[in-house]
């Protein structure tokens, strides 16, 4: 981080499935505190770009440095464990015995817990004044995000952009350094939309980095710091929005001739 | 009557305590009952494994019967008192657990459950097969009953007691690591193991760590049942007797702790009713089964808190 300030530094990375090249030598950095989209036509391996930095399917080549360390290899927890957190782009949350929005939102605070078998059983106090405190910062997220009149709903009775917000939510109680989104604005109406772009900026406010994969062209013009576009598996350019909404590859292969979204105010 | 609503289990827990002193049980009917608390921990350890952290054992019973022999052997044989009997029982099968835990639970599914299976009869097997240790086929005798502090608990009464105290010792550790942030990550696990593990669960991990406490809570079983039985044999430890465990724990309502005892207990008393059809008791018991089964998914406990939300106004969620 310290170094360039770059947080995450993603070197030919690679990875095949089956001999199919579905990332073919990608790299590219994010600096510290920035938004970065990744941005391409489907199939052009964004989520497996996602996967293989969060370690749930690590990449058949290339390095991931996050903070100067490569972190290819080690386990999605422990990667998770330094501070990346996700959502996902088909919404995955916790619903099995009754758990609650809020209950989501409080397995986020794991990494930092860490509870142990013993501790649970015979350190009763310590367990419940941890909880108390983390209940509260669960409480406080759900309010940033909107939900804490959910907070003891079913995640299933939420509609399917306050599902998106939840895993929002989820991935924010882990204090990550940075965040990988994977479509999160996909599913969601004009408003919502706004309210979402309202609450990314918010969370850079903060210091997160975020590396954001998503097809909504306004959105991503409007908060990206720079954007990475992939095709098959290949970067087909990177750089600030005004210099992809001009470069003839993209517009060639993503954004088509008539792209209007360019338009937009930078 | 929120109050009530919360603290319905100390009726229970005070019924349990009067019953011996109001009801006079002959040996036989607190027999009836000392198994039934033996059965109820083996339940509950199960839905720690299969109801919160979603990984299914059919061989469960592997643990009872390990717990049962350390005890049995260590007593009848070596002369140790029946409590570090028990407490070693209890170190050996969360040792056997921890070795286990790994590989077996990185299996899913159907062969997760024939790799417990196998496990189950791999155990039974070894009982027979050492002889000159266990008795072999026609079991394990001379156990002597359990010991505390020099006071034997040969009398069925104080047996009783201690059994229900273990019981409700063990509901309550169940309890308390549900409800917490222990609990949280099983259930995160049984969910969705992919997303526990991009929120740091080491799902390997705490997998195992929950298959080592149901382990923990079978072998303490296996002591009691040991120590009060006196004699035991490979048959009881089968795996007929892991799958009726899991009949527990569907007919009782599986995942919620409650629910598992409660069809522990409805399943070891149940012949107590159906004794007088004779010849029909087997039938009639099936036929029971599949009524709760078919029309009540969640089980005795489910009807349970039913009936409780009816006659108890609902709190505001």
Request: charged share 15%.
């Amino acid at each position: 981080m310290e170094k360039n300030g770059h947080i995450l530094t993603i070197s030919g990375v690679t990875k095949t499935f089956d001999g199919v090249r579905a990332l073919d030598d990608v790299s590219f950095s994010i600096r510290s505190g920035d938004i970065k989209a990744l941005i391409g036509p489907n199939g052009a391996g964004k989520t497996t770009l996602l996967n293989a930095v969060s370690g749930l399917n690590p990449p058949t080549n290339g390095s991931v440095l996050l903070e100067g360390r490569d972190v290819v290899g080690l386990r999605t927890d422990q990667i998770a464990s330094l501070g990346m957190s996700r959502t996902f782009q088909l919404i995955r949350l916790f619903t099995i015995n009754n758990a609650t929005v809020l209950d989501n939102v409080l397995l986020g605070a794991h990494m930092h817990l860490k509870p142990t078998l013993f501790g649970t059983i015979f350190l009763r106090r310590k367990i419940k004044r941890q909880e108390r405190e983390i209940t509260q910062k669960a409480m406080d997220l759900l309010k940033l995000v909107g939900l804490e009149k959910d907070a003891h709903a079913f995640p299933g009775e939420l509609s399917f952009g306050n599902q998106r917000l939840l895993e929002l939510a989820r991935a924010l109680m882990t204090d990550p350094k940075m965040l990988l989104l994977d479509e999160p604005a996909s599913g969601l109406n004009d408003t919502e939309v706004e309210e979402f772009t309202r609450l990314l900026m918010t969370i850079k406010q903060q210091g997160i980095t975020i590396l954001i994969v998503e097809h909504n062209m306004k959105l991503v013009m409007n908060i990206a710091d720079d954007i990475v576009v992939l095709d098959f598996g290949r970067k087909l350019a990177e750089g600030p929005p005004s210099a992809i909404c001009a470069n003839p590859d993209v517009i060639q292969a993503y954004l088509g001739v008539q792209s209007t979204e360019c338009g937009v105010p930078l | 009557m929120n109050t009530l609503k919360r603290y319905w289990w100390l009726i229970l827990l005070a019924a349990i305590a009067v019953y011996p002193v109001i009801g006079k049980p002959s040996p036989y009917r607190s027999g009836l009952l000392i198994f039934a608390g033996i059965y109820i921990i083996l339940a509950v350890g199960l839905d720690l494994l299969m109801g919160y952290t979603g990984q299914i054992s059919v061989g469960h019973a592997a643990f009872f019967a390990v717990g049962a022999y350390t005890s049995g052997i260590l007593t009848a044989k070596y002369g140790f008192s029946p409590s570090a009997a028990m407490g070693v029982g209890v170190v050996f099968s969360a040792t056997l657990a921890f070795l286990t835990g790994r590989p077996v639970l990185a299996l899913k599914e159907y062969y997760l459950a024939m790799a417990t299976l196998a496990f189950n009869e791999i155990v039974v097997t070894l009982i027979i097969g050492f002889e000159g240790l266990t008795g072999g086929a026609s079991g394990l005798r001379d156990i002597p009953p359990f010991t505390i502090f020099g006071f034997s608990l040969l009398n069925h009464l104080h047996y009783y007691y201690f059994v229900w105290t273990v019981v409700v010792l063990v509901i309550a550790s169940a309890l308390a690591v549900v409800r917490s942030p222990f609990g949280r990550a099983l259930i995160a696990i049984h969910s969705d193991e992919q997303a526990a593990r991009s929120f740091g669960v080491n799902c390997a991990k705490y997998k195992t760590r929950a298959y080592m406490l149901a382990a923990v809570y079978a072998s303490i079983a296996g002591s009691l049942f040991a120590h009060y039985m006196g004699f035991i044999a490979p048959d009881d430890f089968g795996i007929l007797t892991s799958i009726n465990l899991l009949v527990m724990l569907f007919l009782g309502g599986i995942g919620t702790i409650f629910g598992p005892a409660l069809g522990a207990l409805f399943l070891k008393l149940l012949p107590e009713i159906t004794y007088q059809f004779q010849d029909y008791e087997l039938l009639i018991n099936g036929i029971i089964l599949i009524v709760v089964l078919v029309f009540f998914p969640r089980g005795l406990f489910g009807i349970f808190t039913a009936l409780r939300n009816k006659i108890v106004p609902r709190m505001g969620k």
